[in-house]
């Protein structure tokens, strides 16, 4: 007898992120609706059982959850907003989850529009990278209603497993920017622990497996300790969305009339990896940049 199907969930954006994201949600039983540009998604996710929506200002006809993952604030933006948005067909009681990484005041701004048709925006951004995202392990920050993101819990439940309500609207996105800051100069670090090991003529990987037994231990160390070690920057998160994430943490920053030294010091290197056309590789890559700074 065919398992009866869960509630229908809409979903915008299936990038590196946002594909596994809805093969998750189709295993766990929910009926996907979902709009794509690239005809090879479209027919993959189809072939698993989701429902490939030509427009996006359709998807709330079907269904009154809707999940967004999506590159930029603009994208957001003309997505829930624009004028062939989801805004156009959304009835009273809808729920849109961002799971994008945005500018705070850009999901403040959309949240205050949905109230006015009677609907919620929860800002979900994530943690984790593709492995995390493929797994169902991603770490999830939220911001909006309380009572909105315990409706939608069970949902992220099967996306993440470190689920963790913040507080107001935007309370996600100031939550993420943290996050973005933390590895960025956490990869610096490793980065700069890798080369002085190897200056000092010491094997890297057998350092960093000690180091990984002690108190130094990250999952920065582990994973992308690896990767440039390797040199492997086949892309988990881009260098370029990187960047993105580090320049909406500077502007809050410079917003709250802070000094975050190190966040802006990390901001340039970064920038240098898309000086470089590295933007498309893994955002380990920044350890190239470090390394040419000390040959």
């Known amino acids: 007898m065919a398992k009866k199907l869960k509630k229908i969930i809409g979903f915008v954006g299936l990038g590196i992120m946002g594909k596994p994201m809805v093969k998750n949600l189709l295993k766990s ?35 009154k959850t809707i999940i967004t993952n ?28 961002d799971m994008s990484t945005i500018d705070p005041e850009t999901t403040i701004s959309i949240s205050n529009q949905l109230k006015k048709k009677d609907s919620d925006l929860i800002d979900a951004p994530v943690s984790g990278g593709e492995i ?10 939220a911001g909006g209603k309380r009572k909105t993101f315990d409706k939608v819990k069970p949902i992220l439940k099967v996306l993440g497993k470190n689920i963790k309500y913040i507080g107001k609207s935007g309370s996600g996105q100031i939550t993420k920017a943290c996050n973005q800051i933390l590895v960025a100069e956490t990869m610096m670090a490793v980065s700069e622990i890798l080369i002085l090991a190897k200056k000092s003529g010491c094997n890297q990987k057998l350092v960093r497996d000690a180091l990984l037994g002690g108190f130094g231990y990250s999952m920065i160390l582990d994973i992308h300790g690896l990767r440039m070690i390797n040199k492997n920057y086949k892309p988990g998160f881009k260098a370029s969305l990187h960047l993105k994430d580090l320049n909406i943490a ?31 590789k893994d955002s380990s890559v920044i350890n190239k940049i470090i390394e040419n700074y000390n040959k």
């Open 29 to 63: 039983n929910y009926h996907v609706i979902f709009f794509a540009r690239k005809k090879s998604i479209i027919n993959e996710i189809r072939r698993l059982g989701g429902e490939f929506i030509p427009k996006i200002e359709d998807i709330p006809r079907k269904s």
């Open 132 to 141: 995390g995202a493929i797994n169902g392990e991603l770490s999830i920050m």
């Open 250 to 280: 500077n502007k809050l920053a410079k917003k709250l009339k802070i000094q975050l030294k190190g966040a802006r010091y990390v901001n340039q290197l970064m920038q240098k990896t898309i000086d470089k056309k590295l933007g498309n």
């Open 70 to 97: 999506l590159p930029d604030s603009k994208d957001v933006f003309d997505v829930v907003l624009g004028a062939d948005g989801l805004h156009k067909h959304i009835t009273k009681g809808s729920i849109i989850i």
